[in-house]
């Protein structure tokens, strides 16, 4: 007699992927609930190469994250999208039901599991947020949602206007203040880095009262971004909590249903072990 195993493929899109966490994370994941019919991949797509790939992927694919370049670009093949992702211009999560695919945004979700209980700090207080992509958006968006002051920062000034313009038009007419990369200074709260894009990036006159947060993650100690930081005495918080929270927010749009928080700390356990601090 044989048997037949229904494997589920996912995967996640990007250019480059080659350094991602979420093959890792995700069969962390499968292996915890015992679905070895489960297999998570990472996939280089070039910027032009999305609009050849889209219709493959809806095909063999239940579902898959969205990384740089391609959070914004896969609006326009989205089927149907969350209230979030129209608000925020972006994708990083898809799921393909009977053949049609809706988008997400999960981002916002890890990143403020990241930031944990300083959300409730941030209120009226003055935050400078690094960068201007997809992953910025998302977070000026938070933080707007939390009442803190936004200022933005970032080496292209004409994507300074759009994000300007777009917050602008997308948040009820909220003015965020920008500023190009060579002239920051001033105190803030807090500093938010969105870009691994930071070489040009110099502290200079910039002070900072309460905590360093960077979206990115490195498994050998702390960022590049965040070791600038290391000599003032606030709060280090790298990227591997929205890692892993999007990733399990993820999950739960893919199987149409919570993961209970026990569960969810087991899994977080096991996928912590593979950092050194």
Known sequence: MSVIIDFEQYSIIGDPVCHSLSPFLHKVIFDYFNESNKMYSKLRITSDGLVYNFSLLKSNFKGFNVTSPHKNNIVKYIEEMDDFSKKVGSVNTVKILNGKSYGYNTDAYGFLKGLGDLKEDVSGKHILVLGSGATSKVVINVLIDLKAKVSVCARNEDKLKSLREFIYNSCDGYSIDVLPLDK??????????????????????????????????????????????????????????????????????????????????????????????
């Open 184 to 277: 920051i200074s001033g105190e803030y709260f807090g500093v938010i880095n969105t870009t691994s894009a930071i070489s040009n990036f110099s502290i200079g006159d910039l002070k900072v009262s309460n905590f360093v947060y960077d979206v990115n993650y490195n498994l050998d100690g702390p960022t590049d971004f965040l070791y600038r930081f290391s000599n003032m005495d606030i709060k280090m918080i790298d990227g591997r909590d929205m890692l892993f929270y999007q990733a399990i927010k993820a999950q739960e749009i893919w199987r149409n249903q919570e993961i209970d928080d026990e569960h969810v700390l087991n899994i977080y356990n096991e996928f912590i072990k593979i950092f050194k601090e």
